[in-house]
């Protein structure tokens, strides 16, 4: 097992940009020098994460989150922070292939055995189509205009008899509770049987690319229960699953958008007429989990749901949720009451493909979709409409608002300063914004003339050394320790970033005190002068903590790590006094 060097992290830290990873992830936009946008660590509907390219750092100034790009990573995905800097590295095209053997947490060995399985009858399935028996299963796939290249790709198959895939298995070593616990069998009155026979076999993967479930299709079109999906098992949630992520995220960043469909066969099927950025949600259903893997292939979606009615609530409760994400939506829009898979069959490849090229602003359907809703044949029902459309007005931008507030006058026949007062009335409703501001300036008690001076330390290695030479404490520990970790920093560097401190391995305390110490704007550049003032300052403070001897000693030694090591004694030394005093006053 080999360990990542720090070299190594600071180089993949500093040839990433911090704005283009958080991007990948939320939308932001520029404001001054830096980026915003609606933090993903609260419930935040307001932009209120600032994103700095400069300093290569974010932070949120209602929940306090903040860090570099390692800490976003870690915190969004959930991960350690040696495969968050595994990641950023393939964000930063470095190669890191010999370290991603690093174990970083113990291996589950029932998951693996449980991915064993479903990976053999993935194979299993695929082999029996293209076998003499599989011919019934590979015509029916064939019918629907699927290729052999696209058959393969998606890794379709098909399973005839009701103990065939168990009796597979089974000869391969699965006993019997590792099928049933994926889902492959379950146990009845005749025994343990096959979950999926006489169907043709979809595999679902996750992000990775692994299969963890299954959609089969009825062979037999009279079968009353056309599709039947896999339960949830350790391997599957539905709802922390989107169909084909794993292919689609990289063609979709490419193109600059992602297409969000219903089903497993309408991903399909826009793969087939050139359109591989597609995902699924198996269903109608959109949880925070899957809003999140579609926000990483891409913030800008396309929704090519149904053509029925289902398919336009679909669409419409599902982009008002990505919208509220801050994700910019536009529709294919479907009339036609057929599914994506059938509107290619029926309407040919470039009827769709049109309707993909000119897919409409998510403000279009929602005003087809409030008149489809309320009808326009009387004052009651066009103001049910005007309502409906001023409610989702109220979060565009001025020009999107002035554009359908005059269509909306069009179509409803209210006069145009009307509405746009109505809307102006609900947008400038007094909000009770619920924000703390958990990182303020007091919160670590540090005073100011110990914060001047690690604001200088930060700025200037000269900096530094005065204060080693000169003072070498400060009166709050967490200050003093900073000071070190700033000196040890300028042993090899000449410059510090605060990206790369965010990097060290020190307690989470330490690097919010940091981050908040780089946005003090009170000192902007390196003084000399303001630095010996306020060391002259701390040193009034220190007269009584009986520090002076080992500050003589430091000024004597010449390397630099003689100096730290008797830096920790001391600090040692006065710890120990600061309690012993308040001891003393609390007798």
């Known amino acids: 097992m080999r360990r990542l060097p720090e070299s190594l992290i600071n180089d993949i830290r500093s040839k990433t940009d911090v704005v283009d990873v958080v991007s990948r992830y939320i939308s932001l936009s520029k404001k001054g020098k830096n980026y915003v946008g609606v933090c993903p660590f609260h419930d935040d509907h307001d932009p209120s994460m600032s994103v700095s390219p400069d300093r290569q750092i974010y932070k949120c100034f209602v929940c306090g989150a903040g860090g570099n790009v390692f800490t976003f990573i870690q915190d969004y995905e959930k991960v350690n922070f040696i495969d968050a800097v595994l990641k950023t590295a393939t964000y930063a095209n470095i190669d890191v292939s010999e370290y991603e053997s690093i174990e970083t947490k113990p291996v589950d060995e029932e998951k693996e055995k449980l991915l064993e399985a479903m990976d053999e009858a993935q194979k299993f399935t695929s082999f029996q189509l293209f076998t003499k028996e599989g011919q019934r299963g590979l015509s029916a796939i064939r019918e629907r205009g699927y290729d052999d290249a696209l058959i393969k790709e998606f890794g379709i198959g098909v399973v005839y008899d009701n103990f065939q895939l168990t009796k597979f298995l089974k000869a391969k070593g699965f006993d019997d509770e590792t099928l049933i616990a994926c889902d492959l069998a379950r146990l009845n009155d005749r025994g343990v049987m096959d979950v999926f026979y006489d169907r043709i076999m979809f595999p679902i993967h996750n992000r990775y690319g692994q299969v963890i479930a299954f959609s089969a299709r009825a062979l037999d079109n009279n079968n009353s229960v056309k599709y039947i999906n896999s339960s949830e098992t350790k391997l599957y949630v539905k709802g922390k699953t989107v169909y084909n992520f794993h292919r689609a995220k990289d063609v979709a960043r490419k193109q600059g958008f992602i297409i969000l469909s219903e089903g497993v066969t309408d991903t399909i099927?826009?793969?087939?007429?050139?359109?591989?950025?597609?995902?699924?949600?198996?269903?109608?259903?959109?949880?925070?989990?899957?809003?999140?893997?579609?926000?990483?292939?891409?913030?800008?979606?396309?929704?090519?749901?149904?053509?029925?009615?289902?398919?336009?609530?679909?669409?419409?409760?599902?982009?008002?949720?990505?919208?509220?994400?801050?994700?910019?939506?536009?529709?294919?829009?479907?009339?036609?009451?057929?599914?994506?898979?059938?509107?290619?069959?029926?309407?040919?490849?470039?009827?769709?493909?049109?309707?993909?090229?000119?897919?409409?602003?998510?403000?279009?359907?929602?005003?087809?979709?409030?008149?489809?809703?309320?009808?326009?044949?009387?004052?009651?029902?066009?103001?049910?409409?005007?309502?409906?459309?001023?409610?989702?007005?109220?979060?565009?931008?001025?020009?999107?608002?002035?554009?359908?507030?005059?269509?909306?006058?069009?179509?409803?026949?209210?006069?145009?300063?009307?509405?746009?007062?109505?809307?102006?009335?609900?947008?400038?409703?007094?909000?009770?914004?619920?924000?703390?501001?958990?990182?303020?300036?007091?919160?670590?008690?540090?005073?100011?003339?110990?914060?001047?001076?690690?604001?200088?330390?930060?700025?200037?290695?000269?900096?530094?050394?005065?204060?080693?030479?000169?003072?070498?404490?400060?009166?709050?520990?967490?200050?003093?320790?900073?000071?070190?970790?700033?000196?040890?920093?300028?042993?090899?560097?000449?410059?510090?970033?605060?990206?790369?401190?965010?990097?060290?391995?020190?307690?989470?305390?330490?690097?919010?005190?940091?981050?908040?110490?780089?946005?003090?704007?009170?000192?902007?550049?390196?003084?000399k002068e303001g630095l010996y003032q306020n060391i002259e300052l701390v040193k009034k403070r220190l007269v009584t903590m009986n520090v002076n001897a080992y500050r003589n000693q430091i000024r004597e030694q010449v390397t630099i790590d003689d100096q730290i090591e008797l830096f920790e004694q001391a600090i040692k030394t006065m710890r120990t006094n600061k309690k012993e005093n308040m001891n003393g006053e609390k007798d």
């Not at 090519?304 to 599902?318: K, M, N, P, S, V």
């Not at 049109?354 to 359907?365: A, E, K, Q, T, V």
């Not at 326009?376 to 001025?398: I, N």
Request: hydrophobic share 40%; glycine share 6%; proline share 2%.
């Open 269 to 527: 099927a826009f793969t087939k007429i050139g359109f591989p950025n597609v995902a699924s949600l198996l269903g109608v259903a959109c949880t925070p989990d899957q809003i999140r893997l579609i926000k990483e292939c891409s913030h800008n979606i396309v929704l090519a749901f149904d053509g029925d009615r289902a398919g336009l609530e679909a669409t419409y409760q599902i982009g008002t949720k990505l919208r509220n994400e801050q994700c910019n939506i536009t529709v294919w829009y479907n009339d036609s009451g057929l599914d994506p898979d059938e509107a290619v069959r029926k309407n040919g490849k470039d009827a769709v493909r049109r309707g993909i090229d000119d897919r409409i602003h998510w403000l279009d359907f929602l005003m087809s979709y409030a008149i489809g809703q309320y009808g326009l044949d009387s004052f009651e029902k066009r103001k049910h409409v005007v309502e409906f459309m001023l409610k989702h007005l109220g979060q565009e931008d001025e020009l999107e608002q002035s554009y359908y507030l005059k269509k909306l006058a069009d179509k409803t026949g209210f006069e145009y300063s009307v509405l746009s007062q109505q809307l102006v009335h609900k947008t400038d409703q007094p909000e009770i914004v619920q924000r703390t501001i958990v990182e303020n300036m007091n919160q670590f008690n540090i005073s100011i003339p110990e914060r001047s001076i690690l604001k200088y330390m930060m700025l200037s290695k000269e900096a530094a050394y005065i204060y080693r030479d000169q003072l070498g404490f400060l009166i709050s520990d967490l200050a003093t320790d900073f000071a070190l970790i700033l000196l040890d920093q300028y042993r090899n560097q000449q410059e510090i970033a605060i990206a790369d401190i965010l990097s060290l391995d020190v307690n989470d305390k330490l690097k919010k005190f940091a981050i908040e110490l780089e946005e003090d704007e009170l000192i902007d550049r390196y003084n």
